[in-house]
């Protein structure tokens, strides 16, 4: 089993330094066409590239005008399927209007609540609060995020199996970390405190992680060959919640060259985009004033405009 092990690991090692290649075409806006990785082809002026239709949106209800035409523009587009947002602990004007588009929501419970002393009770309150989400991910880089909110991952660990034992809801883990090896050990440790298909069940727990670096996507990829593959139970389900270029005019170019990897290297299902709005990284600025707002190069091939 090991040595079938370290084959895998070499031929996913493989695909990671050789998906670099570049497309070419023309500037006019394609056809949507879905890849076998689920992968959208969208032509842009720097070539064609592979796009996951998920995108990380903050809750902010001085922006959801603009957010609202955003997301419109990429929804009639075939651009957005679904969206990662924070929650507060009610419906707030994000939430309604992100609904309302008909945009699928995976929603993050926020760090602080994970010290809520009844985590049983927390999730219902939750779950009542918004019942047109279908999963909610428990916390997000919670070993590191923020000084206030750090707690140990095995603290994390007992509190989302508490979670998990008390709801039939889809629960997704925590994203870890993404640079560097650090998330990759934090996944391998969440694995030996019980992230295992037969105390975990796959059919109800995905695993979110970040990457945001070729060294650390390999990183990932090594520990889901040797901590997270059970080729006896089946494996879980690999959602990136956050990857991104923080300079606009690379954003095109990470997409291109890092996406096919996330799929075929890393398995991931699912891509997230960070974010619609988040400083360097955005796809668009000034959404708080919808006429004056701007748009990267990456959201005007994404939406077909000039």
Not at 185 to 210: A, D, F, Y
Request: hydrophobic fraction near 40%.
């Amino acid at each position: 089993m090991r040595f079938l092990r370290v084959n895998l690991l070499v031929s996913v090692l493989v695909i990671l330094s050789g998906c670099n290649s570049r497309f070419f075409s023309p500037v006019e806006p394609s056809e949507v066409n879905n890849t076998d990785s689920g992968l959208i082809l969208v032509d842009t002026p720097e070539g064609q590239i592979q796009w996951s239709p998920y995108i990380v949106v903050h809750s902010d209800g001085g922006a959801v005008e603009g957010y609202r035409k955003a997301l419109t523009l990429l929804k009639s587009r075939g651009m957005v399927r679904g969206v990662r947002v924070g929650l507060s602990g009610y419906r707030d004007t994000v939430v309604q209007m992100i609904s309302s588009l008909g945009i699928e929501m995976v929603g993050i419970i926020p760090n602080e609540s994970l010290f809520d002393l009844n985590p049983e009770a927390m999730i219902d309150r939750y779950i009542s609060a918004y019942p047109d989400i279908r999963i909610f991910q428990i916390g997000n880089e919670v070993t590191t995020i923020n000084q206030a909110q750090k707690m140990t991952i095995e603290q994390y660990m007992d509190i989302f199996k508490k979670i998990y034992d008390h709801t039939s809801t889809t629960l997704m883990t925590q994203s870890t970390f993404g640079s560097g090896f650090y998330g990759s050990n934090e996944l391998k440790r969440m694995v030996e405190l019980g992230l295992k298909p037969n105390i975990l069940s796959p059919q109800r727990v995905i695993v979110g992680i970040n990457v945001y670096s070729d060294y650390t996507l390999s990183e990932y990829v090594s520990a889901r060959v040797q901590y997270l593959d059970d080729h006896n139970q089946g494996g879980y389900r690999i959602w990136v919640m956050e990857t991104g270029s923080s300079n606009p005019t690379e954003q095109i170019a990470h997409v291109r060259s890092f996406y096919p990897r996330l799929a075929s290297a890393l398995g991931a299902e699912r891509i997230y985009w960070y974010a619609l709005w988040a400083g360097d990284y955005s796809l668009i600025t000034n959404p708080q004033d919808p006429n004056r707002m701007t748009y990267s190069p990456l959201f005007k091939a994404l939406a077909g405009i000039q």
